[in-house]
Antibody
Framework: QVQLVQSGAEVKKPGSSVKVSCTASGGSFTSYAFSWVRQAPGQGLEWMGG????????TYAEKFQGRVTITADRSTSTAYMELSSLRSEDTAVYYCARSPGSSLRVIDYWGQGTLVTASS | EIVMTQSPATLSVSPGERATLSCRAS??????LAWYQQSPGQAPRLLIHGASTRATGIPARFSGSGSGTEFTLTISSLQSEDFVVYYCQQYNNWPTFGQGTKVEI
């Protein structure tokens, strides 16, 4: 069955960077697009950006341009999200999410989420 | 950026009743609209895509309608497990989510 398994919780200092991984199974990695969506405590969902592995193309939300980098390793079916210059407001659960087809559209599967805490 | 606005923020209903949730887009998104359900501590789950197509395994009591800028999610007869949070998402452009509607007893 389809699984998106994310790396574990992280605690980081403000100003540092965090890199979260998402390993996909249960389908052909290059048949899908992958997004990263975050959710601050008690808040709603916020799309950060995504990647289409078969093309290697990325799209980022304006809010995160210049601070987020999304990559994919086709050999290990793993997508990565790196967020730099962390601030306390970046404390959130970060979800990896899969879209069918080669476009960032409807999300049919989600990872379990990774809690990132930015605190001194 | 296409802004999605959901209403109401909180909807109070009783089990067995019908719930109607609204979602408005700041510009037309055609039928490129999805609805997700999120239970506490869980990842969201896809309910509806293409504005009105139920995802695999979703009960028939969930239905979606609308196109352009106005969309509705209807839950025909609320079950106990339906009292959670619902989000709409447009994917006509790069994806954006509404702020959510909490359905409570």
């Amino acid at each position: 069955q389809v699984q998106l398994v994310q790396s574990g919780a992280e605690v980081k200092k403000p100003g540092s960077s965090v890199k979260v991984s998402c390993t996909a199974s249960g389908g052909s990695f290059t048949s899908y697009a992958f997004s990263w969506v975050r959710q601050a405590p008690g808040q709603g969902l916020e799309w950060m950006g995504g990647i289409i592995p078969i093309f290697g193309t990325t799209t980022y939300a304006e809010k995160f341009q210049g601070r987020v980098t999304i990559t994919a390793d086709r050999s290990t079916s793993t997508a990565y999200m790196e967020l730099s210059s962390l601030r306390s407001e970046d404390t959130a659960v970060y979800y990896c999410a899969r879209s069918p087809g080669s476009s960032l559209r409807v999300i049919d599967y989600w990872g379990q989420g990774t809690l990132v805490t930015a605190s001194s | 950026e296409i802004v999605m606005t959901q209403s109401p923020a909180t909807l109070s209903v009783s089990p067995g009743e019908r719930a109607t949730l609204s979602c408005r887009a700041s510009q037309s998104v055609s039928s490129n609209l999805a609805w997700y359900q999120q239970s506490p501590g869980q990842a969201p789950r896809l309910l509806i895509h293409g504005a009105s197509t139920r995802a695999t395994g979703i009960p028939a009591r969930f239905s979606g309608s609308g196109s352009g800028t106005e969309f509705t999610l209807t839950i025909s007869s609320l079950q106990s497990e339906d009292f959670v949070v619902y989000y709409c998402q447009q994917y006509n452009n790069w994806p954006t989510f509404g702020q959510g509607t909490k359905v409570e007893i």
